[in-house]
């Protein structure tokens, strides 16, 4: 392995780390950023995840 193809394998590897992280920041901030009553589920008006649509009726 040359001292070119290891400088692009270390440069992709730390993109793929920023990159990772960035995606998980957006993520929190998404999930910090959303309504209490749409982040939990407890309330008697919430429809479950997994229900179909003949449960909906």
Known sequence: ???????????CAMAA???L???????VEQIRNQP???ASC?????VPHTAT???LK
């Open 36 to 38: 209490y009553s749409a």
């Open 21 to 27: 992280y960035a995606a998980a920041a957006y993520r």
């Open 1 to 11: 392995m040359g001292v070119k193809s290891r400088k692009c394998a270390v440069i």
């Open 17 to 19: 780390v920023v990159g």
């Open 53 to 55: 649509l003949s449960a």
């Open 42 to 46: 407890s309330l008697a008006h919430c």
